[in-house]
């Protein structure tokens, strides 16, 4: 099946600091989006983005499918941003490739 | 609009009990999924349904069984309960598979003693 690698694994800031994590991804996706889980767990959807850029407030991610590789930006973090940020993908051939397949994500920490 | 709703979020099993993960949600749905996460680790996909009555195995079905009798509901069944079953399970759903929007649940943090 499809292989998700982010990076990088742990990643601490100082608030006000940017950041950009990578998702690299072994086969074309038909789906690609960026996860934030909080520090409760609870999951929530950033981005859908297959391909292109998009952006959210402070929040924004480019997806280059011809490279295999997305990255989500973070500009002027907050401690808000702290948690675990997944990449999740649907691509791939054969067995699996409908399922969407997460990395192993990238733990953020924001300190004030 | 409540999204996915699963209960219990916290249970404490003894090896080889058996229980019923609950997952319910009012987006009308036709795909849903049990993922777990083992600690440091993403998710991994347990079983998909792509509508009542369907279901199939995703990458870790083994010691789980689910059922689909109607577009809300997607329980997840834990038979005979393994120390390796200590995990946290999370339920989604989403338009399908290529859709945006996948839409989790909280979470059950389930511990097998």
């Known amino acids: 099946g499809i292989q998700v690698e982010q990076s990088p694994p742990d990643l601490i800031l100082q608030e006000g600091a940017n950041s950009t994590l990578r998702c690299n991804f072994s086969d074309s996706v038909n789906n690609l989006q960026w996860f934030h889980q909080n520090p409760w767990g609870q999951l929530i959807n950033l981005f859908y983005i297959p391909s292109g850029t998009k952006q959210n407030g402070r929040l924004s991610a480019t997806t280059v499918a011809t490279e295999r590789y997305s990255l989500l930006y973070i500009s002027s973090s907050q401690t808000t941003d702290s948690g675990v940020y997944f990449c999740?993908?649907?691509?791939?051939?054969?067995?699996?490739?409908?399922?969407?397949?997460f990395g192993k994500g990238t733990k953020l920490s924001v300190i004030p | 609009n409540a999204g996915v709703t699963q209960t219990p979020k916290f249970r404490i099993l003894k090896i080889g009990q058996s229980m019923t993960l609950q997952c319910t949600q009012d987006?009308?749905?036709?795909?849903m999924y049990w993922y777990r996460q083992d600690p440091g680790m993403g998710l991994k996909l347990i079983y998909y349904s792509v509508g009542a009555g369907i279901t199939d195995k995703g990458e870790v079905p083994n010691g789980y069984n689910v059922s689909r009798s109607t577009t809300e509901d997607f329980p997840l069944r834990l038979e005979l309960a393994a120390p390796s079953q200590t995990s946290v399970y999370f339920c989604?759903?989403?338009?399908?598979?290529?859709?945006?929007?996948?839409?989790f649940g909280s979470g059950t943090r389930l511990t097998v003693v």
């Open positions: 987006m009308n749905h036709n795909y």
């Open positions: 989604a759903s989403s338009y399908s598979f290529m859709s945006d929007g996948y839409t």
């Open positions: 999740a993908v649907v691509g791939g051939s054969g067995a699996g490739s409908y399922q969407l397949t």
